[in-house]
């Protein structure tokens, strides 16, 4: 075993230090990166001559053999070694080859093997992450208020049905509705996480907001199931002998619901960090009260109020500017039934009616819209560059939040699966021995040694 070794390591070495090897046969200096290690021939192997002669040290210790850096045997040494000594880090590992071996620029190249070890990497996984996607057309275009809207419940909060002594609470759940265009927000109160509880809010948002284009939601039980009641419904209505005109209608105003991907709020992060913002002022408002169900719904209107009051940008220093922009000032401009104006921004105002003076007034704030609260939307602040790419084919770990690391499962990307959405990467399909479902990008860790 031993003599076989050596050999292998003869070999590698005149393939690798062939002018080295000629050049100390000939009493020739060596390259620089070798000389400075003071290289000598010993029995045809190129040994480390150092500065540890006088030393107590075994002689393999003392005259370690010279390898490459960039070699298929170095590599599986490093492999081999990194292995028997319990996966242990580059450090003690270089320590460790450095009895026998010694590796050209041996610190990164033991470094960069111990990344790549699968083992190791389950212990504590890197997941991927793309570029930030390009902000979708419903968020950096005029439209009327809540026409794109995302939706999504906060926890449940403790209420009573009456004052009575001896009333038990029960649970209550706060509906949110976000415009994705001008940030405002509508707060509901439904009695439970049904369908039923959601649709009723859902009607109430409707006849108070006007017409919805699409929503926006996870993929919520309850929010699954409004969709499939709103088909049946609108199924139901189609299949009944209307005349063109009316069907025509029902089609243009049928509401499209859009659902993220399994696993992944951050894609709603618009309406996520609202839910956080209502939910600070009710912790504040009523700490540990138990309110009944018309107080707390008279609190939830105030705190809508006061969220559809924060400035969409931040404040300027300029005496001059009183008003600051807030998504109140689109809510109470326009009728349900919003029909477009005339472009009245450059006009005088002396010489208009009255309701083209409030259309100039409603297309003054649009205007300041589109020139001071846009600009706050170009900067990515974070997920800058793409990282850990994960390509088709490949093998990955699937974040688990309910297990440890060492029990995310392994799985194989799809392959062709890898969706698009909104012109960035950011969700992949992943086969198993069940089936194939969708996950987020920032949920799969590609394993590094493929």
Same mark, same amino acid.
Request: contains cysteine.
């Given at each position: ?146 026409? @794109?809207? =995302?939706?999504?419940?906060? *926890?449940? %909060? ?8 001896? $009333? +038990? ?96 709020? @951050?894609? =709603?992060?618009?309406?996520? *960090?609202? %839910? ?8 504040? $408002? +009523? ?164």
């Amino acid at each position: 075993m031993q003599e076989a070794e050596t050999r292998l390591l003869k070999a590698v070495q005149q393939e690798c230090f062939a002018k080295e090897i000629d050049n100390l046969k000939g009493n020739k200096v060596c390259s620089p990166s070798i000389q400075k290690l003071n290289p000598f021939l010993h029995n045809g192997m190129v040994l480390v001559g150092g500065r540890l002669s006088n030393s107590s040290l075994g002689y393999e210790q003392k005259h370690p053999v010279l390898l490459p850096s960039k070699h298929h045997v170095t590599t599986l040494l490093i492999e081999y070694y990194h292995r028997i000594n319990l996966h242990t880090g580059p450090h003690l590992l270089l320590s460790v080859l450095r009895q026998k071996y010694w590796i050209l620029g041996g610190r990164n190249v033991v470094r960069q093997r111990v990344r790549k070890c699968n083992h190791c990497f389950k212990f504590k996984p890197e997941a991927s992450s793309a570029l930030m996607g390009e902000l979708p057309k419903a968020r950096v275009n005029e439209s009327k208020p809540f026409l @794109h809207t =995302g939706t999504d419940y906060t *926890g449940f %909060i403790n209420v009573t049905m009456g004052k009575r002594r001896g $009333v +038990i609470s029960q649970k209550a759940y706060i509906c949110i509705f976000v415009c994705l265009c001008t940030k405002a927000i509508h707060l509901e109160l439904a009695a439970d996480l049904s369908t039923d509880a959601f649709m009723a809010a859902f009607k109430r948002f409707l006849a108070r907001r006007g017409a919805v284009s699409v929503m926006y939601s996870d993929g919520g039980k309850n929010f699954l199931g409004a969709r499939n009641q709103l088909d049946e419904i609108y199924n139901l209505l189609e299949s009944q002998s209307f005349n063109d005109s009316l069907s025509g209608e029902l089609q243009r105003r049928r509401i499209k619901w859009s659902f993220l991907p399994p696993l992944s709020p @951050h894609m =709603g992060g618009l309406w996520e *960090g609202n %839910i956080r913002m209502v939910k600070q002022h009710l912790l504040k $408002v +009523i700490g540990t009260q138990v309110l009944t169900y018309e107080e707390l719904y008279t609190v939830l209107t105030q705190v809508e109020c006061l969220l559809n009051s924060r400035p969409l940008c931040p404040l300027s220093s300029d005496p001059n500017d009183v008003q600051v922009l807030t998504p109140a000032h689109f809510l109470h401009s326009n009728p349900l039934d919003y029909i477009p104006a005339v472009d009245m921004v450059n006009r005088p105002s002396s010489g208009l009616r009255r309701y083209q003076l409030l259309d100039q007034l409603v297309q003054t704030y649009w205007k300041r819209w589109s020139q001071e609260y846009l600009h706050n939307l170009q900067v990515r602040s974070k997920w800058n560059t793409d990282q850990n790419p994960v390509h088709v084919g490949q093998v990955v770990l699937v974040k688990d939040d309910l297990a440890p690391p060492l029990m995310w499962h392994v799985r194989f990307n799809h392959s062709g699966s890898i969706l698009v959405l909104m012109c960035i990467d950011r969700v992949v399909c992943v086969k198993t021995k069940t089936g194939s479902y969708k996950r987020p990008i920032v949920k799969v860790c590609p394993l590094p040694s493929q």
